[in-house]
């Protein structure tokens, strides 16, 4: 046997995993430290406020500070179930600024909540500029690594709500100079002629591997405003378009819209989605599947039903975890309440599409999204729902002097799955 080498103490863990010898046979037992991974680290060395939480009823109000790496003002958010999976933030433009060019290696995206301007976007190594002008709910995203300066011509600030996959990138090269001084341009996502590369081009076509509503077109003016089609998915009268842009395989999401007085079926699925409100005003509620069940406040378990109410601006994490959580979206105000998922990769589009499915995504598989538990799916009809759901739609309906203009036909078995209402 070699000899046992000297042994030191590890700091702040109490004691190895293992024996010195002589220390007899039993099992030597070790314990977790929870280290701050590159991206925790990473925020941390921004100096912004983080905000932590299930929901906010408005991002605008969250205190935003001084952002010297890209000028301006932010704050971070780190909603419950994204944590080292999808960062956020929103940032402020100074009225008549800009924020210092950047280029980076995540896909980012961004939602115009206030203001007016131009983007300018240059590859590496090439002085020919692209550029596009914004307005309030244009929906952009930023290719891949594109160095890009985002300019607000308006006399007041201007805010957005960005999302990226940078603690993904962060994480896996944990190399700051990798991330943000590359010079590598991605010509599959952004190459050939660019000339009309950020024209609005709101075309709705199906996505390959679901055959859903999606509009591909890398600048949308007023997210807020486009055309969303029909598919009841979620309920009757739901609206939805998934938007495909920059050839991004991670951010993608989707827009749906509920018409006045409605509100989604409750579905579950894991973590990762986070819902912002671009029109109207309503609520989410969301809860643990396993420990809650299909009908918590009958079921004496209402109290672990977390709750969000939010408009424009505002945002939860749809289901915050771990493990699947049940949640559903009510539409409260006097029109629509419209809102964009715009955090995860979007099962169906064509890049991340065959990036996702590849477990449920056998050949001619029913979507258990768009199915109910009675089906094999994973919705909840609203004839199974818990009784509170509905009385609690109706009360906050009352409170601001609308009401439900949900078909009462659906609250039935054999009215559960109404294919398309006319409003
Ligand atoms: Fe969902």
Same mark, same amino acid.
């Given at each position: ?22 220390? +007899? ?7 977790? !430290? ?20 299930? +929901? ?21 958010? &780190? ?43 240059? =590859? ?22 594109? *160095?890009?300066?985002?300019? *607000? ?56 591997? !679901? ?25 009757? +009268? ?9 050839? *991004? ?15 989604? =079926? ?39 039903? =977390? ?20 949640? &559903? ?5 006097? +029109? ?32 258990? &999204? ?19 759901? !509905? ?11 609308? &009401? ?12 559960? *799955? ?6």
């Amino acid at each position: 046997m070699t000899t046992e080498p000297e042994y030191i103490e590890p700091e702040g863990m109490g004691r190895a995993g293992w024996h010195k010898e002589g220390e +007899g046979e039993g099992q030597a037992r070790s314990y977790y !430290r929870r280290l701050a991974t590159p991206w925790e680290t990473f925020i941390k060395s921004e100096g912004l406020p983080v905000f932590r939480g299930v +929901g906010i009823k408005d991002t605008r109000t969250l205190p935003r500070a001084d952002w010297p790496r890209v000028g301006g003002k932010g704050t971070y958010i &780190q909603v419950t179930g994204t944590e080292n999976k999808t960062g956020m933030f929103v940032v402020e433009i100074p009225a008549k600024g800009a924020l210092h060019p950047q280029r980076q290696m995540y896909e980012e995206r961004y939602v115009v909540m206030e203001g007016r301007g131009s983007v300018e976007v240059w =590859k590496n190594n090439d002085s020919v500029r692209t550029a596009f002008e914004y307005g309030p709910w244009s929906l952009f995203s930023i290719p891949m690594n594109a *160095n890009f300066r985002i300019i *607000n011509s308006a006399s007041t600030p201007a805010l957005m709500i960005a999302v990226n996959t940078a603690p993904r990138t962060i994480n896996s090269y944990d190399n700051m100079d990798f991330v943000f001084n590359n010079e590598f341009n991605f010509e599959d996502r952004w190459g050939g002629n660019l000339e009309d590369y950020w024209d609005n081009n709101e075309k709705v076509v199906p996505q390959p591997v !679901r055959g859903r509503a999606m509009v591909t077109s890398n600048f949308i003016p007023d997210i807020a405003n486009s055309y969303l089609p029909l598919d009841n998915n979620r309920g009757p +009268g739901f609206r939805w378009v998934a938007p495909d842009q920059v050839g *991004n395989r991670m951010i993608q999401g989707w827009v749906a819209e509920y018409p006045s007085g409605r509100y989604a =079926k409750a579905h579950y699925h894991a973590s990762g989605a986070v819902l912002v409100g671009l029109k109207g005003n309503g609520y989410s509620i969301t809860w643990p599947r396993e420990e809650g069940g299909v009908t918590p406040w009958k079921d004496g378990k209402g109290d672990l039903v =977390k709750f969000q109410e939010y408009g424009p601006g505002g945002l939860i994490s749809a289901a915050p975890g771990p493990a699947n959580w049940f949640h &559903q979206h009510f539409a409260v105000s006097k +029109g629509p309440f419209r809102v964009f998922n715009y955090t995860g990769t979007m099962p169906g589009n064509p890049e991340s599409g065959r990036l996702r499915e590849l477990d449920d995504a056998e050949e001619g598989a029913m979507v258990k &999204q768009h199915a109910d538990i009675s089906d094999g799916g994973n919705a909840i009809p609203y004839h199974m729902e818990d009784p509170h759901v !509905r009385e609690m739609f109706e009360e906050s309906l009352r409170q601001v002097g609308g &009401q439900t203009t949900m078909p009462p036909e659906v609250y039935t078995a054999s009215g559960a *799955n109404i294919e398309v209402m006319t409003d």
